[in-house]
C-alpha cells in the first residue's frame, strides 16, 4: 500500500532488481485497492503475486503467484489478513531464487490487466436498484472504508456493517432497498 511509483534512478539502486509484494492475481487489479475491488466485483478467487519492481503501476514482471479462494462472507478486513499471512512466506521464496541473481520472472499479459482506483468516501453509497448479491459485496468490499452506507428520512445516514443475502420465497414483496433486521 505504499501508492507511489518509483523511479527508475531508486530501482537501479539494487543491482538484482526490486521485489514487491501486491494482493491480487495481476494483472488483475492493478493498483490502490485490489482487495477491496475483488470483493466488491464478486470474485470468487484473489491471490498474492510476488513481482520485479518497474516504473509502472504493478506493470512488472511476476516472480511467483498462489491463489486464494475468495470466501462468501470475507471482507475486506478478513480478506487482508489471510493474505498477509500468506505473503511472507511466498516473498521468502522470491528471495531465496534470487540468492545468485534476479529471480526467474515472467512477463504479465497487459492486454488482461484491470485497475483497482483508491475508493473515495461516495463509493460507499448503496444503490438499492442494485441486486442483493451487489449490495452484499459492496458491504463486504467497503467494511473497513469508506464502510457501506445509505440515507434514510431526512438525512439520516445509516452505516451497514454486515448483511447476508437471503433467498426467499417472499422477495418480490419487498420493494428494493427493504432492510429486514435479525437478531
Given at each position: ?11 537501479e ?11 491480487s492475481?495481476?494483472p488483475?487489479?492493478?493498483?490502490a485497492a ?13 491471490g ?7 516504473e509502472?503501476?504493478?506493470?512488472g514482471?511476476i516472480i511467483?503467484q ?14 487482508s489478513d489471510?493474505l498477509?499471512?500468506l ?7 522470491a528471495?531465496d ?8 520472472h ?16 461516495e463509493?460507499?453509497q448503496?444503490?438499492w436498484?442494485d441486486?442483493?448479491e451487489q449490495?452484499?459485496?459492496l458491504?463486504?468490499g467497503?467494511s ?7 440515507y434514510?428520512?431526512e438525512?439520516?445516514?445509516?452505516k451497514?456493517l ?8 417472499n ?5 428494493a432497498?427493504?432492510?429486514q433486521?435479525t437478531?
Amino acid at each position: 500500500a505504499f501508492g507511489q511509483i518509483l523511479p527508475q534512478s531508486v530501482l537501479e539502486l539494487q543491482p538484482r532488481g526490486c521485489i514487491n509484494v501486491h494482493p491480487s492475481l495481476l494483472p488483475k487489479y492493478r493498483g490502490a485497492a485490489p482487495i477491496q475491488w475483488a470483493l466488491i466485483n464478486g470474485e470468487v478467487e484473489t491471490g498474492i503475486t510476488i513481482m520485479r519492481l518497474d516504473e509502472g503501476e504493478d506493470t512488472g514482471d511476476i516472480i511467483l503467484q498462489e491463489r486464494v479462494k475468495i470466501e462468501p462472507q470475507d471482507t475486506d478486513a478478513a480478506l487482508s489478513d489471510r493474505l498477509a499471512r500468506l505473503a511472507p512466506s511466498l516473498l521468502i521464496g522470491a528471495l531465496d531464487s534470487a540468492s545468485e541473481g534476479p529471480p526467474p520472472h515472467q512477463p504479465q499479459n497487459h492486454a488482461e490487466a484491470t485497475y483497482a482506483p483508491r475508493l473515495t468516501k461516495e463509493m460507499g453509497q448503496i444503490n438499492w436498484e442494485d441486486s442483493a448479491e451487489q449490495i452484499h459485496n459492496l458491504v463486504r468490499g467497503t467494511s473497513i472504508w469508506p464502510g457501506a452506507y445509505a440515507y434514510f428520512g431526512e438525512g439520516l445516514r445509516l452505516k451497514i456493517l454486515n448483511c447476508v443475502v437471503v433467498d426467499s420465497p417472499n422477495v418480490e414483496n419487498f420493494p428494493a432497498g427493504t432492510i429486514q433486521i435479525t437478531p
